[in-house]
């Protein structure tokens, strides 16, 4: 780690002033990308500014078929929130399995989803969920915020300050954990929703996307048999020694089978 | 029995202080003034170094050196020395190449150390190693075994044509050739016993302190074998007289073998400290850890069994070749040879064994001993092969083993390869282990497995694996450049109590417990009154340490040697106090008694007569009561056992889960039953580890680590396991003085094979008869897609 100045923040105002101030300054959540990526001397932030404990970015609630996640919330919060676990159980259950209890007793929702890992499992949640991405500036919706490979539409100096998520009718997310790490080697979220039936992938890809050809099944039949034959192509998802981009392919059919399955039991 | 004694499950004393954050691991140790160092490594499998300019790092702040290959040849620094010379099918010496501490003028593996920066703190150190500038020259690398042998492969040594370090046979080809001329039957395997990467829980840390006052070296080191790495160290590195080099291994957290070696950071921080007139200390980091530890395991095996139509085994061809890496780690000849080859009986009555092996350079970190070091590679050799054999015949994979199995009459029983077994009964341990994992129920589960979508498969592997390598002479004849033996020094306070010295080292095994319970039962001095010291080369005497399942069988050894001197001294005193004939005293229970009477003295009344020898027969007898033995051993020890693993396949996904797994182990005598078992389930979890999960993967082409960090590399989880079902079916070993034979390693040995074996069974009705190790999901779920059945 290279050496650099700390500041707590008190406002998400103060915290996007010092952010401009500095040469390059990284905000601070749960640390849990951020802290392991300097140790490795891949960032080197000359100012790192903790907003974790900013009042403003926390909490959660449920209101009017909307579950609201403040971004500096952790991922343990969610999935142990009773709230959460009755008007989206899917999301609890996916919070639930994000890494190690160490890992989801630090990182929040907003870090993950400002991180956009491409096997990260928030953003299958948010993308199948159609949920909006809120920032000090405005609103995001899911099908515009990411952008791929750690890429998003943020913009600097922008901070994610909550996550908006309608209830669905039925969800549910089914993970293929890579074997070491445990992230996302495939992830696969559907979700019959008052806009129709929305099926985001994670894991597989450089981002995480929707397959419109499962959706459309789906929205014809919410049953596993309707996905069992449809294969996404294989041809732009990611290969590496845990998975070929074929096997990646054959996983996103068998995950999103279960998670119809999961979603109707 | 004593409360204490042999076969109680004595609580580990050592557990309190490691799980309290008490234990004092070499990073935990700070020398006054120290200094820190940080290693620069190659970032390339294989460059020239064409110039290092150091100018830049050395006006870095807290910056107290930057020191390079180099400087090392200029002090005459030597190379790290190799243990064990194999000699070829040719009667000709391996190839031997330098191993040097710093290299200067090529790197042969990513991770290879270039340069050492030295400063106040370690992120000094590490900031500085940046503006180190190396100029590298980048050369194509020799990565994969199967290609490092072709024509136009780069070498990685000039003196090693076609990257062959031996290539080394046993056995009479000509008896085996005959013998598969008559085979009803043959049985082939073509098996790869993947590499594997140590990942002890402490990270290897060192500390050099040169005493200036007294031209002493002090070096802090996390090591298996303290006394081993101040002989090399000080002898062939240094070159400095060993009597003024102590070696201090503390508390350390697990080795696994990779903690045997002698490494350059070792070297590196005495020499430097006494360069720099200040205490240097090294501590890895886990990155470090992944390029810079010894690796294990890497072969690949072509096997072929010889059957009449009876199923019995006629004879055994093996062609291997193993990895060396890019130098000779300490031991590194010697294990896919003398603790390979040596195997290839199991526990079979196979008459004819013919083996081949070459070593192999190539442009990857050194490959060494790791949990088993040779044993599970032969293991997972001769399971597996046994396995295709049974389906080539039709049989029963238990009815096959029956069928070979050494029976429990014939033993000692020499074996074509070399080794002659003192005991075992591997028929009732199949028996027990196939009863207890209720072997004749598996078709049911088979079939409520398949209602799930579930593939179940049961594996079997009886195995044998020796321990305790010995004896010396025959050991050096084969090519050891060491003995074998182990020290041992018993002594008994004035008031009683009892420090022991071992020159064993516990780095996780429980030896303080362990050791004490000998001297317990021996002695029947309180468990509470022994205290066990170990890992200091000042304090006790001259040691080879802890590896290869050794310490109870040759180091245990030493110390009831030892204190069977502490009692015949004591008798001698006690029949001078008791006035009695010397053939008259017993001792039993801690306390010298004239036979049939009432009259007595306690081990403490005789110690306390031994320190204060007013009424002493000093004319005859020395005063004190402290004896100190070494243990040669007369032969190997070969604990065996039966594994019995059950999994299911995930037919969708591949995945492999284990979800049975049963032990029956032969280990000898058994001191402490609870430190037994935990030592079972260790290696049960890391055999299972090679099975299912670990694999070191390099780039083929560029001789990159591609799981350098454990975002790669799969270490078993708990969640990975099953509750293991672990017991022992002892036969004592006939030659040494406590019947052990070691169960330090037998988990990681028979287990690969069983849950292999497994895995090829739940997939057998498919047609598929060949799954890589690890069976990873992606690999099991090919061998479905491309299975030659639809199965059912
Ligand atoms: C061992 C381990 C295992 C893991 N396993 C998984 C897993 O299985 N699945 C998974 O999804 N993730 C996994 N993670 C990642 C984990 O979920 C991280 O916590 C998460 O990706 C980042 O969240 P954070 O709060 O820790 O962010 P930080 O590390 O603090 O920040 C990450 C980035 O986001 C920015 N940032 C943070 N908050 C905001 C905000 N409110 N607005 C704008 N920018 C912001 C930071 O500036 C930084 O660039 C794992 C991490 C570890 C260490």
Redesign the pocket.
Same mark, same amino acid.
């Given at each position: 780690m290279y050496a650099f100045n700390y500041h707590r923040a008190k406002s998400v105002d103060e915290a996007v002033k010092l952010q401009k101030s500095a040469s390059e300054g #990284?905000? /601070?959540?749960?640390?849990?990308?951020? $802290?392991?990526t300097m140790k490795q001397r891949l960032a080197k932030p000359s100012d790192v500014i903790d $907003? #974790?404990g900013l009042k403003e /970015?926390q909490g959660i609630s449920v209101a009017g078929g909307t579950v609201t996640i403040g971004? &500096?919330t952790r991922?343990g919060d969610v999935a142990n929130s009773p709230e959460v676990k009755k008007a989206i159980p899917a999301l609890a259950d996916l919070a639930g399995?994000?890494?190690?209890p160490?890992?989801r007793n @630090?990182?929040?929702i907003?870090? !993950?989803l400002?991180?956009n890992?491409p &096997?990260?499992? =928030?953003p299958a949640a948010v993308l199948g969920l159609g949920a909006t991405v809120h920032?000090n500036k405005r609103a995001i919706e899911a099908d515009k915020y990411f952008k791929g490979l750690f890429e998003t539409a /943020?913009e600097q100096g922008?901070? $994610?300050?909550k996550v908006t998520f309608p209830v669905a009718e039925k969800a549910a997310y089914m993970k293929f954990?890579n074997p070491a !790490? @445990? =992230?996302?080697l495939v992830g696969v979220f559907v979700a019959k929703t008052k806009g129709g039936v929305r099926v985001a992938v994670t894991g597989a890809g450089p981002g995480v996307f929707r397959s419109a050809d499962m959706e459309k099944a789906l929205g014809a039949s919410f049953e596993a048999d309707a996905v069992a034959s449809i294969k996404v192509s294989s041809k732009n998802l990611n290969s590496d020694i845990h998975a070929s981009a074929d096997y990646r392919a054959h996983l996103v059919t068998v995950m999103a089978k279960r998670a119809v399955a999961k979603a109707n039991s | 029995m004593a409360a204490s004694g042999i076969g109680v499950s004595v609580r580990r004393v050592e557990d309190f202080r490691f799980l309290t954050g008490r234990g004092n691991y070499t990073d935990d140790i700070n020398r006054p003034n120290q200094l820190h160092a940080h290693i620069l490594r190659s970032p390339h499998a294989h460059a020239k170094i064409k110039k290092i300019d150091a100018s830049k790092a050395l006006k870095g702040p807290g910056v107290a050196a930057v020191f390079t290959g180099a400087d090392i040849e200029k002090d005459q620094i030597g190379g790290l020395p190799c243990g064990w010379l194999v000699t070829d099918r040719n009667g000709q010496p391996m190839v031997e190449p330098p191993h040097p501490v710093l290299v200067a003028d090529r790197t042969r593996h990513v991770g290879d150390q270039v340069a050492v920066v030295i400063a106040e703190t370690r992120a000094q150190a590490r900031d500085a190693a940046e503006l180190v500038k190396i100029d590298y020259d980048e050369q194509v690398a020799t990565v994969g075994l199967a290609d490092a042998t072709k024509k136009g492969a780069p070498l990685v040594w000039d003196q090693a044509p076609g990257n062959i370090c031996y290539d080394w046979a046993l056995g009479d080809s000509a008896v085996v050739d005959a013998a598969f001329k008559t085979a009803a039957k043959v049985a082939k395997v073509d098996i790869v016993n993947n590499r594997l990467i140590p990942n002890a829980m402490e990270p290897r840390a060192a500390i050099g302190d040169y005493d200036l006052a007294k031209g002493n070296y002090n070096l802090y080191t996390t090591s298996q074998n303290p006394h081993v790495i101040r002989l090399l160290m000080s002898a062939y590195v240094l070159k400095v007289s060993e009597h003024k080099v102590r070696v201090y291994s503390p508390d350390v957290g697990g080795g696994f073998g990779s903690k045997i070696y002698h490494y350059a950071e070792e070297a590196i921080v005495c020499w430097a400290s006494r360069k720099l007139g200040r205490p240097v200390k090294w501590t890895a980091d886990r990155s470090e850890s992944f390029m810079s530890d010894a690796h294990g395991r890497d072969h690949l095996t072509k096997a072929e069994i010889a059957l009449d139509a009876g199923g019995k085994f006629l004879a055994m061809r093996v062609v291997t070749v193993a990895n060396m890496g890019a130098y000779l780690s300490t031991f590194a000849p010697c294990i896919p040879t003398y603790l390979y080859a040596l195997l290839l009986a199991g526990t079979y009555t196979t008459p004819a064994i013919f083996c081949e092996v070459k070593a192999i350079f190539t442009h990857t970190v050194p490959v060494d001993a790791y949990r088993g070091a040779g044993r599970p590679e032969a293991t997972y050799v001769v399971e597996r092969l046994v396995d295709e054999a049974a389906r080539v015949t039709g049989l029963d994979v238990a009815e096959i083993r029956r069928r070979n199995f050494i029976p429990r009459d014939a033993f000692p029983y020499q074996t074509p390869v070399v080794v002659q077994y003192d005991s075992g009964d591997y028929q009732s341990t199949l028996e027990i282990a196939l009863k207890t994992a209720d072997y004749s129920g598996f078709a049911a589960r088979r079939a409520e497995s398949a209602k799930r979508g579930k593939l179940r498969g049961l594996g079997l592997s009886t195995y044998i694996e020796a321990c305790g390598i010995a004896p010396s002479a025959v050991v050096g004849s084969v090519g050891a450049r060491a003995g074998l033996y182990e020290s041992g020094l018993v002594r008994v306070h004035p008031t009683g109590s009892v420090t022991i010295l071992t020159g064993s080292h516990s780095h996780g095994q429980g030896h303080e417990t362990t050791f004490a319970q000998l001297a317990a039962e021996r002695l029947g001095v309180d468990f509470d009154k022994i205290e066990v010291v170990h890992g200091d080369t000042d304090k006790i005497p001259f040691g080879m340490g802890t590896y290869g399942s050794r310490s109870l069988a040759v180091g245990g050894s030493a110390l009831v040697k030892a204190m069977d001197k502490i009692i015949a001294k004591g008798k001698k005193i006690a029949a001078h106090l008791l006035e009695a004939a010397e053939a008259d005293i017993e001792f039993k229970d801690g306390t010298f008694s004239i036979a049939g009477t009432d009259k007595k003295k306690t081990l403490a009344e005789i110690s306390g007569a031994a320190y204060v020898p007013h009424n002493y027969p000093i004319n005859e007898l020395e005063p004190g009561l402290e004896e100190q033995a070494f243990y040669d051993p007369t032969n190997f020890t070969f604990p065996g056992g039966c594994h019995v693993a059950e999994i299911e396949i995930d037919r969708d996904t591949g995945v492999v889960q284990l979800v049975s797994f049963v032990a029956v182990d032969d280990v000898g005598r058994v001191i402490n039953p609870m430190i037994v078992e935990g030592q079972v389930h260790g290696g049960v979890a890391q055999g299972m580890g090679q099975a299912l999960l670990e694999g070191c993967v390099y780039d083929q082409k560029t001789g990159q680590l591609v799981t350098g960090s454990y975002m790669d590399y799969t270490m078993p989880r708990a969640s990975d396991l099953p509750t293991l079902k672990v017991s022992t079916h002892n036969t004592l070993c006939t030659h040494n003085p406590l019947g052990v034979k070691g169960v330090g390693e037998v988990g990681a040995i028979g287990s690969p094979a069983a849950i292999m074996n497994a895995v090829h069974n739940a997939v057998a009705p498919f047609g598929v008869t060949h799954v890589e190790m690890p069976a990873t999901p992606e690999r099991v779920w090919r061998a479905l897609q491309s299975a030659p059945k639809a199965a059912e």
């Open positions: #990284s905000f /601070l959540a749960g640390g849990h990308t951020l $802290i392991p $907003i #974790s /970015l971004a &500096a991922h399995h994000i890494g190690d160490q890992v @630090r990182g929040t907003g870090g !993950s400002a991180n890992d &096997a990260a499992d =928030y920032t /943020l922008e901070v $994610i300050t954990p !790490s @445990r =992230y996302a | -």
